[in-house]
């Protein structure tokens, strides 16, 4: 089992949670607007939502590992691509970040749940982003494939859980930090450039 993977995924799961994007803005807003206990139930929702990608993509490419070794390098080279696609994606990207919670809609704790869990799974692009990443992390050559997905999944989601929990629960002092500090996005911005280029060549090499 190779550890050394496993703490690299880790990394690059936690540059990304952490980076401003439509979730956790999405759950800091919810959090301003009508409390903690709002925001922790939207975050329990997305993270919820992975488990269904994390199955799709672990049964979906454990078969073609089984099929054929080739058609897996390809799809290394898909991941790799598309990474990069998505680093040009936030290279274009405005970098100044819009926290504006005068129109949050009021929800309750289960509405903010299912729309959350519902956000993320009918998000085509999160099975794809797993389908990108997940193949380039498999660490071990006696666990069958299946269950290095699931470690990852889990994995991912816990690393998500914990930060996007914490930004829920600091979203006061994240806000007045964002509003005050104005090159906050720009460093976030270049952090996920150079995490999803990161991500490539390791996939890569």
Known sequence: MNYDTLISFIFATSALAI???????????QSISNGKKYGLATV?????GCLVHTTLVAFGVSVIIKENEYIYFILKLFGAAYLLY???KVYKSDSNLSLNSNHVEKKSIFQLFKQGFLMNVLNPKVS?????LFPGFLFS???SQ????YILGILFM???FIIFSSIALLAGTISSYMKKHHQVGLFFKWLQIIVFV???VFILL
Do not use: C, K
């Open 198 to 200: 990161g991500i490539t």
């Open 158 to 160: 816990a690393v998500s």
């Open 44 to 48: 329990s929702g997305l993270i919820s």
């Open 86 to 88: 998505l680093a040009y």
């Open 141 to 143: 050559n006696t666990l």
């Open 146 to 149: 299946i269950t290095q997905f």
């Open 128 to 132: 794809l982003f797993f389908l990108a």
């Open 19 to 29: 980076s401003p994007g439509p979730d956790n803005i999405y759950v800091l807003m």
